[in-house]
């Protein structure tokens, strides 16, 4: 089958700079999946059943929908919404659940999947949230990191990539709640 046309993102009017390829993406996150599966297979044969992902809205879906079909478990998905106030410079560390999971957690394996950790406020509110839930293990994959903005001292089990202090879009990041279509990481172009 001949190859369907690429889009045409990264004209020279688009406000944005590609940082990382889309195949670089997917490359990384196959090594991801593949890394999660054999963690999570080593709890027993049933391990899978007990997993649920749960992504956090909406910068993650993009990243959890291929994370995931590289995780070959019968895991279960789930979401979270998650806003923090303060500005794409600025965030003031207050972080508000918008949207709650559709199911208990307790006793299960809980993956929670984010598209960035920049300051750290919003994984660290929700993996404290979540625990008073009593899963039966917390475990987090986040795409990118922003190690120079970081606020919080967060534990990343499963990391795609670390980058410099740039602003950054696509893949599932917005800038003013667009480009999250882009299939590569570009970074906004005068940040
Ligand atoms: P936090 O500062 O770690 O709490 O990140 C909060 C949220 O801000 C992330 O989940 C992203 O949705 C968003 N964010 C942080 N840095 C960027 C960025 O460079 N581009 C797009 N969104 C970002």
Redesign the pocket.
Known sequence: MADAPRPSFNRHTDPFVELISAEAVAHRIAELGAQITADYERLGPDAGAEVVVVG?LK?SVIFMADLVRHIALPVTLDFIGAA?YGDATK?SGVVQITQDLTRPIEGKHLLLV??????????HYLLENLATRRPASIKLAALLH?PERQEREVTIDYLGFTIPNK???GYG???AQQWRNLPFIGHVADS
Request: glycine share 10%; charged share 25%; aromatic share 4%.
């Open positions: 956090v910068g923090s965030s984010e598209d960035i950790v920049d300051t750290g406020h919003t994984v922003k602003f950054v879009v990041l917005d800038v």
